[in-house]
């Protein structure tokens, strides 16, 4: 199975990468943390990127927030799957510049986004691209989606 690369502009932004991480060990991905900047380590990042693929990873995950270049970066020097984290920022707009600028990629350098601190989210996402090809992965999905189901009936009967 291919690892994921979850690549975090700052080691601030941990709290909320770590929920991909969790989710990630969870159904069993092994993964890679790394802290790379668009701007601080711009030939670290892009080395990473570049060499990604051979590295044995398959998807990337990209958490950043205010200007958020770090998804794109990555995404520029790979034809891996990048998904974007935009990290929530209490500087201007709690998040929603993070959002913007992951999001508006140009044609021909596609990022996925998740919400605003959507960890979770973008773990799960990793993990349905690698199932494609992972019959075992994909049924672990298929559990997950029913137990998620099951409480959530059973919520609703206690409301009864």
Do not use: C, W
Not at 9 to 30: E, H, I, M, N
Not at 52 to 72: C, D, E, K, T
Not at 101 to 122: E, L, R, W
């Amino acid at each position: 199975m291919k690892k994921v690369a979850i690549i975090m502009g700052s080691d601030s932004d941990l709290p909320v990468v770590q929920k991909a991480a969790d989710t990630l060990r969870a159904f069993g991905v092994s993964y890679e943390m790394h802290v790379y900047s668009a701007h601080r380590t711009p030939e670290q990042a892009r080395d990473f990127a570049v060499n990604a693929r051979s590295n044995g990873f398959g998807v990337i995950i990209a958490a950043a927030g205010m200007a958020a270049h770090l998804a794109g970066a990555l995404a520029a020097n790979t034809t891996l799957p990048v998904i974007g984290i935009p990290m929530k920022s209490t500087i201007f707009t709690n998040g929603i510049d993070a959002l913007l600028s992951t999001v508006q990629m140009p044609s021909g350098i596609p990022v996925a986004t998740v919400a605003v601190d959507g960890a979770v989210n973008a773990a799960l996402l990793a993990i349905e691209m690698l199932a494609i090809t992972d019959e075992e992965l994909a049924a672990k999905l298929d559990a997950k989606r029913a137990s998620d189901a099951e409480k959530v009936l059973a919520k609703d009967a206690a409301l009864q």
